[in-house]
Structures are given as C-alpha cells and as structure tokens.
C-alpha cells in the first residue's frame, strides 16, 4: 500500500536537545511539506520542498531544519533554539499541480519537558 | 485576524440530524477551497473541494459565497462515524502555492 510513515508517534526530549523527526513516502511525490498543529490553532507550515535538494521555509522555520537528499525522504529537526517545540507534527506529500490534495502521515506527538 | 476563522465548536447534534458550519477567510489572494476531515488524534484527510456553483457529495454540500469570503459546509442525516473535526482549507497563490487551515469545527454525534 502506498502512503506516508512518521516515526515515532510519540517523542520525549529532555529541552536543549536536537531531535529528528522522520517521514518518509511512497507515493512518488515530488512535493513534501511539514506542519505543525497546535490546540486550537490550525496546521502552520514550517518547510516544504518541491523536488529532490531543494527545500524552502514555510511561515515558522526558526527552530527547525530538513533536508531533502532522496525523493522518499524528508525529515525534520527540531533544534534546541525551537522556543516552543511540543506540538503534534505533521508531514504531508502532494503531486506538482497539486498542492490542494496533501497526503499527511500519522504525525509525530513531540514533548519536550 | 486569522486567515481562516471557524467556529470551534463542539457541535453536538443527534444521529440524522443535519449541521451546518462556517468558516470566513481574509486573503483577497485566496485561489481554492476545500474542507479536510480530522479524527482525533489523526491526519487530515481531504474531504472535498468547495465551488462558488456548489458541491455535492452524498450527505454532503459545500458552498462558497466569493463576495462574503464565506464558505460552509453542510452534513445532512449526521451518522456516529460522521464525528471529527472539519478543517476549512484555503489554497494561497503566491510565490508557491500553500495550503492555509482552520483551526477547525469540532462534530459530535450522539446516539
């Protein structure tokens, strides 16, 4: 079956640790994106990248890096200069033309105490 | 002001009752838009796209009022399996185009 996986579900990081969120896909996207989602807020785009080496920052990437060296693979890290990094994260892939229609893995739960 | 702003909820309705929840966006550069389904707890998945003629999928309608930026959705003869959270989506067009999201309506329904 093809889809998204996110390891792990759950994540607890002592603060001041870097931690690396996977995601990976076999859909055969080009497009891959990372959301946030917080209580009460909607979905807040951190970074995307729209083909393989080529990422760019969404609208809250301080604290955060990816890379993208394989078509199948996008993690993310969060740094310890994330100021707020607990949240339910969320990695998502679409087809070019397609932004609309995202395909989201399971998300990452992160707490970071 | 949020981008996209809806109601929170919850919505508490009883089985076959129908629902109706808004949602009102602000970016005059607001090109698509689409309602996301949300267990709890899970990924979003999209439910349908929103159209100014309108858009019907079974139980469900979307409507898209351009001039109020106004968009709804309607659930008619609510089931159990119909409680989650409806997210109002709104595709930006810009440099890249993104997805922007509500925060989300929450549905409850109850034997």
């Known amino acids: 079956d093809g889809g998204i996986t996110q390891s792990p579900k759950y994540l607890f990081r002592k603060e001041g640790q870097n931690v690396t969120l996977s995601c990976e896909q076999n859909?055969?996207?080009?497009?891959m994106y990372w959301y946030r989602q917080d209580p009460g807020q909607g979905l807040r785009l951190i970074y995307y990248?729209?083909?393989?080496?080529?990422?760019q920052k969404g609208d809250i990437a301080e604290g955060y890096s990816v890379s993208r060296e394989k078509k199948e693979s996008f993690p993310l890290t969060v740094t310890s200069a994330q100021k707020n990094p607990t949240a339910f994260y969320l990695c998502?892939?679409?087809?070019?033309?397609?932004?609309?229609?995202?395909?989201f893995g399971p998300g990452t739960r992160l707490t970071v105490t | 002001r949020k981008e996209v702003e809806q109601d929170p909820g919850p919505f508490n309705v009883p089985e076959g009752a129908t629902v109706a929840f808004n949602c009102t966006y602000s970016?005059?550069?607001?090109?698509?838009f689409f309602w996301y389904r949300q267990d709890c707890r899970k990924e979003p998945k999209l439910l349908m796209s929103?159209?100014?003629s309108g858009n019907e999928d079974g139980r469900f309608t979307a409507q898209l009022n351009r001039a109020s930026q106004y968009i709804s959705l309607l659930i008619r003869d609510s089931k159990l399996s119909d409680s989650a959270t409806y997210l109002c989506v709104v595709l930006i067009s810009g440099g890249y185009n993104k997805l922007i999201f509500g925060a989300g309506t929450r549905l409850a329904v109850h034997p």
């Open positions: 859909l055969n996207h080009d497009a």
């Open positions: 929103v159209y100014s």
């Open positions: 998502a892939s679409s087809t070019p033309g397609q932004t609309y229609e995202q395909y």
């Open positions: 970016n005059s550069a607001s090109q698509s």
């Open positions: 990248s729209q083909i393989v080496n080529d990422f």
